[in-house]
């Protein structure tokens, strides 16, 4: 016969920490290491274990304005300061390969003259 695991009069982990999570846990504590009466660490530690739901009754809400808790809003191109819409920026590249363009040509121009002064 197979032996079915019972709780009598005990509570079972699950109890204990649905219990924790509901009413919360506070820890609080100060470690203190001296030499000599002369202080040289202090450590205080605050500790609060409870649930989401009871963090905000009591009003914690820190971890909703933390940026690395929380994800960012996306950010839109065209929000962004300083820069070009789509039409514009194409008009400037337009006109940069035009003037590339010429910029070369006057180059080439002015390496022929120089070679024909030559001969």
């Known amino acids: 016969m197979e032996r079915v695991p019972t709780v009598s009069g005990t509570a079972n982990l699950l ?4 219990r924790i ?18 202080e040289l660490l202090t450590i205080r530690i605050r500790l609060l274990v409870c649930s989401v739901d ?33 039409a514009v920026r194409r008009d400037v590249r337009a006109e940069v390969r ?6 070369t040509a006057v180059r080439s121009t002015a390496k022929k003259g120089t070679t024909k002064a030559r001969k």
């Open 15 to 18: 109890d204990i920490l649905d």
């Open 21 to 38: 999570l509901d009413k919360g846990l506070v820890i609080a504590g100060d470690v203190r290491i001296s030499l000599a009466n002369v």
């Open 54 to 86: 009871k963090a905000e009754q009591i009003g914690l809400n820190w971890w909703r304005h933390d940026p690395n808790l929380t994800m960012p809003e996306p950010i839109t191109r065209s929000v962004l300061p300083g820069t070009v819409p789509g």
């Open 98 to 103: 035009s003037t590339t363009v010429r910029s």
